[in-house]
């Protein structure tokens, strides 16, 4: 399932973390890649480890965990410390799935990757190119969002960065451990979490229809979660 989440960060959250970044000391993206990815990207990332990642991951986590919707979409039980990207003109990111495991360098932090996120910190009409391609059961599905907005998609999904053309392309990503494994059975809890906000409004949260809806949900929930 392929989500987005407008806003996620809000304007002056977008010029903070871009403020933090933006003068770092960036490097070749290959130093976090895999093998296969290795092959495939062209583009600078913030080190892992320095200041300045950390500052604004820790800024885009604090967003994330008070955003109503990313946590109905995502049902995160882990969330690797997001990483930046840019991309100049000429720079791309071949086709490549995500590793499943990603384990946090000096640590034993690990992360089973069930999704993967981009967070888009560049207004799209500043840059030409560079849109994240899915390749889903649907076709292609070419993803350029507004700064401050999130698009959750599987990790299992074969994806790229279309080469960039004009102006830079900075963005934010991350990959998270659901507590829900299975995509379909996270698709089922989302649509059904909708719909309960949407029956509530209309009805009321003391509503005998929505208390017996919640109670559906948490039900499935309970089937499914690994806490
Ligand atoms: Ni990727």
């Given at each position: ?25 960036w490097i070749d993206g290959n130093a976090t890649s895999?093998?296969q990815s290795a092959l495939a990207k062209q583009n600078v990332q ?39 990207s840019r991309y100049a003109p000429g720079d791309a990111f071949a086709n490549h ?30 840059y030409?190119g560079g849109?994240l391609v ?25 994806h790229r960065v279309a080469p960039i053309t004009?102006?830079r392309r900075v963005a934010?990503f ?54």
């Open positions: 399932m392929l989500i987005a989440v407008p806003g996620m960060l809000d304007a002056g959250g977008v010029t903070r973390v871009r403020s933090i970044i933006d003068d770092a000391a895999g093998h913030l080190p892992e480890a320095s200041a300045e990642a950390r500052e604004a991951g820790a800024l885009v986590l604090d967003a994330l965990t008070i955003s109503a919707e990313f946590v109905a979409a995502a049902l995160p039980a882990k969330v690797y410390p997001p990483l930046f799935v995500d590793a499943a495991v990603r384990l946090r360098r000096g640590s034993d932090f690990r992360v089973r990757s069930d999704l993967s996120a981009t967070l888009f910190l560049e207004p799209p009409d500043a030409d849109e899915i390749e889903d059961l649907f076709g292609e599905q070419r993803i350029k969002l507004a700064a401050g907005d999130l698009v959750l998609y599987p990790a299992s999904s074969v004009r102006g934010a991350f990959w998270i451990q659901s507590m829900v494994r299975d995509d379909g059975a996270r698709r089922i809890l989302f649509d059904l979490d909708r719909s309960v906000q949407d029956v509530a409004g209309r009805l009321g949260a003391d509503a005998d229809v929505t208390i017996r809806l919640t109670g559906t949900y948490h039900n499935l929930l309970r089937r499914w979660v690994d806490a």
